[in-house]
């Protein structure tokens, strides 16, 4: 009977599992089946396509390939080569300045609770709104100051709007961190730099390491904004996405494609890190 109810329950989390498991990566393969199917085959319901066709990877360095014909032609919008680099140049200086600044902030907080109980909370009020609540004002501002379309814009608008996570998340390391390790180095002689360049930094390492990858994908992914700074120079991944929509309709097999190659930088970072992020996901939880 015991060995039933625990056969019963193991049948039950493995099923479970792969109802999990096929929810979560069916989006996935219907995109990467997408990605390989010709302009005839975006609407059939087939996973595995019927003639498959690296036209829609082409056409996204080579805008003037066609695809299907004239009516499915992709010279309407630019190659991807440099929204990619505005995607890696934006979302990446933003995650280095947001982490680096809130790091700081959450050492501030924790170890000299600086601004009282007020402003850590008060630092969550720039989440607490939608986006498209101060977009217009915001546009406005970066008009009069002359930030719109800009590198130094968008850096410090996605710094600025993930800034909060990265204060809440460090805070929560550097609680992790008993006070007396950094008071003993003190006593010792050791700077509060070198204190924290020696002893906070590694010991939070892991941490920093999951807190940059959660907003770099947050970065990376980021639309409103992009949208509405960005006019031609510094369009990214995600606004032109948008550009494959058109009076023709929908280009799903470039839009899926340009999908996949958005994912392989946050995928290559990750599998790089992987041993870091372990560190972080579980630090504090064992001592």
């Not at 829609?56 to 680099?85: C, D, H, Q, R």
């Not at 379309?149 to 204060?167: E, K, P, Q, S």
Request: some cysteine; hydrophobic content about 55%.
């Amino acid at each position: 009977m015991v060995r039933t109810k625990v056969a019963a329950k193991g049948i039950g989390r493995y099923l479970l599992l792969i109802i999990v498991s096929v929810w979560t990566l069916a989006p996935v393969a219907w995109m990467v089946s997408l990605s390989f199917k010709g302009p005839i085959e975006w609407y059939a319901p087939n996973l595995i396509p019927i003639q498959p066709t690296i036209d829609n990877y082409i056409s996204l360095f080579v805008p003037t390939n066609p695809i299907g014909g004239s009516f499915f032609f992709t010279s309407i919008t630019e190659a991807i080569t440099k929204p990619l680099i505005n995607s890696l140049i934006v979302a990446g200086l933003g995650t280095i300045f947001a982490v680096l600044v809130g790091f700081l902030a959450a050492y501030g907080v924790s170890r000299y609770r600086a601004g009282g109980t007020f402003v850590i909370f008060f630092t969550l009020l720039t989440r607490m709104l939608p986006g498209a609540t101060f977009v217009a004002p915001l546009m406005v501002f970066y008009a009069s100051i002359g930030l719109i379309d800009t590198y130094a814009g968008l850096i410090l608008l996605y710094t600025a709007v993930t800034l909060t996570y990265a204060i809440w998340l460090m805070k929560g390391f550097i609680d992790e961190i008993p006070p007396e390790w950094e008071e003993a180095a003190l006593l010792e002689g050791a700077s509060p730099w070198t204190v924290l360049r020696k002893i906070t930094i590694p010991l939070t390492k892991g941490g920093l390491v999951a807190c940059a990858l959660f907003i770099l994908i947050l970065n990376w992914s980021e639309f409103l904004f992009a949208l509405v700074i960005s006019v031609t120079q510094v369009t990214t991944l995600p606004v032109q996405i948008s550009k494959y929509v058109s009076a023709v309709g929908r280009m799903y097999g470039t839009m899926a494609s340009i999908g996949l190659v958005a994912t392989i930088p946050s995928l290559v970072l990750a599998y790089l890190i992987q041993k870091h992020l372990v560190t972080g996901f579980t630090f504090g939880r064992v001592r």
